[in-house]
T-cell receptor
Framework: GDSVTQMEGPVTLSEEAFLTINCTYT??????LFWYVQYPGEGLQLLLK?????DKGSNKGFEATYRKETTSFHLEKGSVQVSDSAVYFC????????????FGAGTRLFVKA | GAGVSQSPSNKVTEKGKDVELRCDPI?????LYWYRQSLGQGLEFLIY????????KSGLPSDRFSAERTGGSVSTLTIQRTQQEDSAVYLC??????????FGPGTRLTVL
């Protein structure tokens, strides 16, 4: 079945450092890919998404490119801020799976001032 | 417009009691999902409703768990004979087409 694997955390960075959180997936169809973020004490919210191969999703300085050849959707940000400290979830939604969304285990990011 | 709402926000119950958790999705959203998030853990899929189709119950951990969606809108997740391992945050999400999901604030369930 479909699955999502993302790097284990926690990830601890200093402010202004470069961030990469790896995410790979397996899917039988052609899924849409997502990154969701959960800030401390808040609910999950969509950060960015991409619906087809080579699409790049971007939001709040974060980017991720849908790479079909490597089945990856790595999250990147050039310069993190303390306010980016949160848990990040990679996810896929596959039409052939009835749009059931599969989430990765989440990666906790701590950014130090 | 209003987002996804869930009630109660917190529920404390005794082991063996039944609980009902409610989710009000965004109006017009055809898909509704329930997840469970244990402390420091990821999201565990529980059940998925899409329109009038039979729900995908493949994530329900035991027959003590059930869910209904009435009139294609409000959903209730019921846990019978609660156990301490049921303690978690229960999240509901809705989506228009099964694509982007919009999450509610969750119900924190504590089973004593």
């Amino acid at each position: 079945g479909d699955s999502v694997t993302q790097m284990e955390g926690p990830v601890t960075l200093s402010e202004e450092a470069f961030l990469t959180i790896n995410c790979t997936y397996t899917a039988t169809g052609y899924p849409s890919l997502f990154w969701y973020v959960q800030y401390p004490g808040e609910g999950l919210q969509l950060l960015l998404k991409a619906t087809k191969a080579d699409d790049k999703g971007s939001n709040k300085g974060f980017e991720a490119t849908y790479r079909k050849e490597t089945t990856s959707f790595h999250l990147e940000k050039g310069s993190v801020q303390v306010s980016d400290s949160a848990v990040y979830f990679c996810a896929l939604s596959d039409r052939t799976g009835g749009f059931k969304t599969i989430f990765g285990a989440g990666t906790r990011l701590f950014v130090k001032a | 417009g209003a987002g996804v709402s869930q009630s109660p926000s917190n529920k404390v119950t005794e082991k063996g009691k039944d609980v009902e958790l409610r989710c009000d999705p965004i109006s017009g959203h055809t898909a509704l999902y329930w997840y469970r998030q244990s402390l420091g853990q990821g999201l565990e899929f529980l059940i998925y409703f899409q329109g009038n189709s039979a729900p995908d119950k493949s994530g329900l951990p035991s027959d003590r768990f059930s869910a209904e969606r009435t009139g294609g809108s409000v959903s209730t997740l019921t846990i019978q004979r609660t156990q301490q391992e049921d303690s978690a945050v229960y999240l509901c999400a809705s989506s228009l087409s099964g694509d982007t999901q919009y999450f509610g604030p969750g119900t924190r369930l504590t089973v004593l």
